[in-house]
């Protein structure tokens, strides 16, 4: 089957998880998240929770493992925590609990970011992989860079990436 035909026999509403990993960001301030929730929307994609959780190893991993033992989740996304200041944690944590790993993603993020940003587009950390059957993909936490993010890499290969992990 060639990529074309694995696009179209794609799921087209995917049912996502958003969560924003944060110290300081509430509903009412989180942009990142908002972002993210608009992009999704104008995709016609379904968000079953939203969830803020602080930048902590423990706290992502209990949510992150709740997520995978429900059925109704087809993809986690998330927002915040992919820099390299000392409480950024989660490149460390969601790495470890992947089961597959997307590279990809995180080097193309990179590559589209240094196209925008230039040399500091290094400090991003942000990657993706399979959680189970789950599409996990993290991204900064700044709109600009979830605005890059979910338009040339996350939406338009969603659908895919979420079918091929079922399969």
């Known amino acids: 089957m060639g990529l074309q035909e694995h696009k179209s026999s794609a799921p087209q509403h995917i049912r996502c998880v958003l969560i924003t990993v944060s110290d300081t960001r509430t509903l009412e301030n989180d942009t990142g998240g908002e972002t993210v929730l608009q992009w999704l929307a104008q995709a016609e994609h379904v968000v079953l929770d939203r969830e803020i959780v602080p930048d902590d190893p423990q706290r992502i991993r209990v949510l992150l493992n709740q997520l ?14 992919t820099g390299i200041t000392r409480r ?34 290094m400090l991003s950390r942000a990657t993706g992989g399979l959680l189970g059957n789950k599409v996990l993909l993290t991204m900064p936490g700044s709109p600009a860079a979830v605005r890059l993010a979910m338009e040339k890499l996350i939406l338009p290969e969603l659908p895919h990436l979420v079918g091929e992990a079922k399969r």
Do not use: C, H, N
């Open 68 to 81: 995978t033992q429900r059925e109704s989740v087809d993809a986690i996304l998330m927002t915040g925590g």
């Open 88 to 121: 950024d944690q989660t490149f460390e944590t969601v790495t470890e609990m992947l089961t597959k790993t997307l590279p990809g993603y995180g080097e193309l993020f990179r590559w589209l970011s240094y196209q925008e940003i230039g040399a500091a587009a």
